[in-house]
T-cell receptor
Framework: GENVEQHPSTLSVQEGDSAVIKCTYS??????FPWYKQELGKGPQLIID?????GEKKDQRIAVTLNKTAKHFSLHITETQPEDSAVYFC????????????FGKGTKLSVIP | DSGVTQTPKHLITATGQRVTLRCSPR?????VYWYQQSLDQGLQFLIQ???????AKGNILERFSAQQFPDLHSELNLSSLELGDSALYFC??????????????FGEGSRLTVL
C-alpha cells in the first residue's frame, strides 16, 4: 500500500516568518494530494489540495508544490500568524481506482508571537 | 462547524465491552468515512460507505463493524474492546464516491477511552 512520510513532526516559527512542511509518497500512480489543518479539539479541515497534473497551487498565504518525479509535495505558509498554530496533515490518494486517503503522521506548527 | 455530527463526544468503558459511535453526515453528502486517530499512528482509514453500500475498507479490525442506514447516518460498532482501542474516532463525509471528487468534511470526533 501507499506509504506517506511527513517532516518535520514539530515546527516552531516566529510570527511573520514562513513555514514549510514536506511529504513524500511511494506510489507513482498517486494523483490527489490534500492538506488538512487540525486545531485543538476539532476535526481536520481541508486547507488546500493539488492534483497530479498541476505543479503548484496558491491560495492567499498558503501554497502547495508537487514534484511527481521525486514523489514529494510541500506546504508553504507565508507571513505566519498565531492562528496558524495547529497540526497539519498531508494526505495522498493512490491511483488505479483507490478510494483510500493515506495520511501523514502530522506536523505540529507553533507560531510564536 | 463542518456540518458533520458525531456522538458521543466522549466515552469511557472497560475492556471487553462493546460501544457504538454514531455519525450524521452533512446534508446532501452520500459518502461517510471512518478514521481512527491515535498518538503514534496518526489518522488511519477504517472504512467508507457510499449511499448505503460499503465502498472501501482500510485497516479495520474484525472486532469492528460499521453500516450506513437509509437516512445516510452511519454507526461504527467496536466490540471486545482492548486498551489499544483507546483513540479519537473521526467520521467524515463527502458528496461523491471518491475522496478526490469533493472535500472531506470531518466531525469533531468521538474520544474513546478503554480502561
Amino acid at each position: 500500500g501507499e506509504n506517506v512520510e511527513q517532516h518535520p513532526s514539530t515546527l516552531s516559527v516566529q510570527e511573520g516568518d514562513s513555514a514549510v512542511i514536506k511529504c513524500t509518497y511511494s506510489d507513482s500512480a498517486s494523483n490527489y494530494f490534500p492538506w488538512y489543518k487540525q486545531e485543538l479539539g476539532k476535526g481536520p479541515q481541508l486547507i488546500i489540495d493539488i492534483r497530479s497534473n498541476v505543479g503548484e497551487k496558491k491560495d492567499q498565504r498558503i501554497a502547495v508544490t508537487l514534484n511527481k518525479t521525486a514523489k514529494h509535495f510541500s506546504l508553504h505558509i507565508t507571513e505566519t500568524q498565531p492562528e496558524d498554530s495547529a497540526v497539519y496533515f498531508c494526505a495522498v490518494l493512490s491511483g488505479a481506482g483507490s478510494y483510500q486517503l493515506t495520511f501523514g503522521k502530522g506536523t505540529k506548527l507553533s507560531v510564536i508571537p | 462547524d463542518s456540518g458533520v455530527t458525531q456522538t458521543p463526544k466522549h466515552l469511557i468503558t472497560a475492556t471487553g465491552q462493546r460501544v457504538t459511535l454514531r455519525c450524521s453526515p452533512r446534508s446532501g453528502d452520500l459518502s461517510v468515512y471512518w478514521y481512527q486517530q491515535s498518538l503514534d499512528q496518526g489518522l488511519q482509514f477504517l472504512i467508507q460507505y457510499y449511499n448505503g453500500e460499503e465502498r472501501a475498507k482500510g485497516n479495520i479490525l474484525e472486532r469492528f463493524s460499521a453500516q450506513q442506514f437509509p437516512d445516510l447516518h452511519s454507526e461504527l460498532n467496536l466490540s471486545s474492546l482492548e486498551l489499544g482501542d483507546s483513540a479519537l474516532y473521526f467520521c467524515a463525509s463527502s458528496v461523491g464516491a471518491e475522496p478526490n471528487t469533493g472535500e472531506l468534511f470531518f466531525g469533531e470526533g468521538s474520544r474513546l477511552t478503554v480502561l
